[in-house]
C-alpha cells in the first residue's frame, strides 16, 4: 500500500499510520524489486499441478520436478505453492451405500432437528468415498451434533462392515453408561445389519434412519 500511494503521500506520513519503521520499509522495497530466482520452478509447478487434475500436494510435485531436472527441497516446494495459492484438492463424493431393504428400517427420530444442548445426545454416521492418488478410500465417522465432533472414524480401501464395526467399537470405548442417544443414518446396507442394530440396542442407543430418498434428512451443517 505504501508503494502504490508514495506517489500521492509523503513516505513519513504513511509510515507513521503504517506503524512501519523506515528501515523495515526500504528492506522489503529493495526485496520486492530483486528478481524472482524461482519464476521458472513455479512455472513448471503450475504445470505439473494442471497435469495431476490438482490432486498433488508438495512432495509428489518436489518428486517430479527432479525427475525433471529441478534440484530443490520440497520445503521450498511447498512454500512456492503457497504462494501460487495451489493446494492438493482431493475429490470427495458421497457414498451410495443404499442396497433396498436388506434388515429392519429404523424410523426418523431425528426430523431434521440438528441441534444437541448436550454431548452424547445426537450423533450422526455416513460413509464418503475419496479419490486420492488414483485410489478410492471410504471414510465411515461418526459425528457429535453438540459441538460437532468426530467421536471415531475408520478408513478403508473397500466399504466393508467390519469398517462400520470398528467405528461403532471406537465409538462406544469413549461412551458414558446410561445416556439417552440417538445414531441417525441413512438406509445404508451397514445400518440395516442385525449385527449393527444388536450393538446398539445392546449398549441403550436409539437407532434412527432417514427416509429413502430425501437427503435434507441428513443435511447436517
Not at 506503524?19 to 528478481?35: F, I, V
Not at 498433488?56 to 518428486?63: E, F, H, K, N
Not at 465411515?140 to 472414524?153: A, F, G, H, T, W
Request: hydrophobic share 35%; with cysteine.
Amino acid at each position: 500500500m505504501i508503494r502504490e500511494l508514495r506517489h500521492v503521500h509523503r513516505i513519513t506520513l504513511l509510515l507513521e499510520i503504517a506503524g512501519l519503521a523506515r528501515s523495515t520499509y526500504y528492506y522489503h522495497t529493495k526485496q520486492l524489486e530483486k528478481p524472482d530466482k524461482y519464476v521458472a520452478v513455479k512455472e513448471e509447478i503450475a504445470v505439473i499441478y494442471e497435469e495431476n487434475r490438482q490432486r498433488v500436494g508438495y512432495r509428489r510435485i518436489t518428486l517430479e520436478l527432479q525427475n525433471r531436472g529441478y534440484h530443490i527441497n520440497h520445503k521450498t516446494v511447498q512454500r512456492l505453492m503457497r504462494q501460487l495459492g495451489l493446494y492438493c484438492r482431493v475429490r470427495m463424493k458421497r457414498y451410495a451405500s443404499y442396497r433396498g431393504e436388506v434388515g429392519e428400517i429404523a424410523p426418523d427420530l431425528l426430523q431434521r432437528d440438528f441441534h444437541a444442548g448436550i454431548p452424547n445426545e445426537k450423533w450422526v454416521t455416513d460413509v464418503t468415498e475419496f479419490s486420492l492418488f488414483g485410489q478410492k478410500l471410504y471414510l465411515s465417522p461418526i459425528l457429535d451434533l453438540y459441538n460437532r465432533e468426530i467421536v471415531s472414524y475408520s478408513i478403508s480401501h473397500h466399504p466393508r462392515f467390519s469398517q462400520t464395526v470398528d467405528m461403532l467399537e471406537k465409538a462406544f470405548r469413549r461412551l458414558p453408561n446410561s445416556v439417552n442417544l440417538i445414531l441417525h443414518s441413512d438406509q445404508g446396507w451397514q445400518y440395516q445389519m442385525k449385527q449393527y442394530q444388536r450393538m446398539l440396542r445392546e449398549k441403550g442407543i436409539r437407532q434412527s434412519m432417514s427416509r429413502k430418498g430425501n437427503c435434507l434428512d441428513n443435511a447436517v451443517r
